[in-house]
C-alpha cells in the first residue's frame, strides 16, 4: 500500500499511533495531553520499523521487550523534561511501587509490554 512513498507510510503509523494511544489514555485517564500523542506516534514508528526486523528474523518476544524498553526509556526522558523540569505535572507515577524519579515504574512495563504486542498485531494489520 505504501511502498512507492515511505514518507507517507511513516506519517500514517505515526498518526495511527498518536490517535490510539491518546484515545487509551482518554478511556483510562478521562484526559490526554498533546505529549502523549507524540509519544505513542514514536512508539508506533518503533513498533512498524521492529516489525520489518521480525520480519527478517528477530524474534517476536525479543521485539516485545525491546519495544517496551523504548517506550520506558521516552516516557523516562519526557517525563524528566516535561513533568520535573518543565513542572507540567502530566503524570506522576510517584505513589506506584519500584517507580523512579515518579516518572517510569515497574506495572507500566507491564503494561507496554502488552501494548507493544497489541501495536505489533495492528502494525500487522495496517501493513
Not at 18 to 26: P, Q, R, V
Not at 76 to 82: D, K, T
Request: glycine share 10%.
Amino acid at each position: 500500500m505504501f511502498h512507492n512513498n515511505p514518507l507517507k507510510k511513516y506519517f500514517t503509523v505515526f498518526i495511527c499511533g498518536a490517535l490510539i494511544y491518546g484515545l487509551i489514555e482518554i478511556s483510562n485517564r478521562g484526559f490526554t495531553h498533546i505529549s502523549m500523542g507524540l509519544l505513542g506516534g514514536i512508539s508506533m514508528i518503533i513498533i512498524h520499523i521492529t516489525n520489518d526486523m521480525r520480519r527478517e528474523g528477530l524474534n517476536y518476544f525479543v521485539q516485545i521487550g525491546m519495544i517496551a524498553l523504548f517506550i520506558t526509556s521516552i516516557e523516562f526522558v519526557a517525563g524528566e523534561i516535561l513533568n520535573v523540569q518543565l513542572k507540567m505535572n502530566i503524570w506522576d507515577y510517584s505513589a506506584v511501587p519500584y517507580n523512579i524519579d515518579g516518572q517510569i515504574c515497574l506495572p507500566f512495563v507491564g503494561i507496554w509490554l502488552v501494548l507493544s504486542a497489541i501495536g505489533i498485531a495492528f502494525d500487522d494489520f495496517l501493513i
